[in-house]
C-alpha cells in the first residue's frame, strides 16, 4: 500500500480530514503529505492539516475544520454543537472551539476559542469532538435568546440527544418551569 491509501483510510473517517500527527502515528512522514499536496491530493487547510482533494462535503465540515485547526484535544463548544446539530437558529458568523491549553497558532476569525473546563461533558457528534448537548445549551445561555435555548431542549430530546433525566436536569439548572 501506498503513503496515500494510508492516510485515505485514517481520512475517511475523520470528514476527509489528516493531521500531521495523525500521519505519523499510522507511520507517514510529514513530508508525504507536503508531497502529496503539491501533486494535488491533498489540500493545505492550515499549519499541519491536510483534506484529501477529492472529498464529498457536507454541512459538518466547517466544524470538523475548526476543531481540527486547533489541534488535539479541541471540542466544539456552546451555540457552535447547537448549530451543528441544527437543534436552534444561532450566530453562523463565527465557531467556537474550546482547548485544553493556550495556544499560539493563528486563529481565523470564524472561530472564536474557549477555555475548556473540566465540568465539560465532551463526546463525539457526526465524528466531531463536542461538548455534550446538555453542556452546550448550559454554555450557550450567555449568547442565545432563551427562547431558543428550551427550543434547542426540545429538540434535543425529541431527537434522542438528552434522555429524559438530563432533559429534567437542565431544565432545572437552567431555571425553566
Known amino acids: 500500500m501506498s503513503y496515500y491509501d494510508d492516510i485515505y483510510e485514517v ?4 470528514h476527509y480530514l489528516i493531521s500531521t500527527d495523525d500521519a505519523a502515528r499510522i507511520g507517514v512522514p510529514s513530508v508525504e503529505l507536503a508531497k502529496l499536496a503539491y501533486r494535488g491530493k491533498l489540500e493545505n487547510i492550515s499549519h499541519g492539516l491536510y483534506r484529501l482533494a477529492r472529498y464529498v462535503p457536507s454541512n459538518i465540515d466547517p466544524y470538523a475544520v475548526a476543531v481540527a485547526r486547533m489541534g488535539d484535544g479541541a471540542y466544539l463548544y456552546g451555540e457552535s454543537v447547537i448549530a451543528m446539530l441544527e437543534l436552534a437558529p444561532t450566530n453562523p458568523a463565527y465557531i467556537c472551539v474550546a482547548i485544553p491549553r493556550r495556544t499560539r497558532r493563528k486563529v481565523p476569525r470564524s ?5 475548556a473546563s473540566a465540568a465539560d461533558t465532551v463526546t463525539e457528534y457526526e465524528g466531531v469532538p463536542s461538548q455534550s448537548v446538555a453542556c452546550a445549551i448550559a454554555s450557550a445561555k450567555d449568547t442565545m435568546m432563551d427562547d431558543r435555548l428550551r427550543a434547542a431542549a426540545k429538540r434535543a430530546r425529541e431527537e434522542g440527544y438528552l434522555i429524559g433525566r438530563e432533559y429534567d436536569d437542565l431544565r432545572e439548572s437552567m431555571g425553566w418551569r
Open 11 to 14: 481520512a475517511v473517517d475523520h
Open 111 to 115: 472561530i472564536r476559542v474557549k477555555k
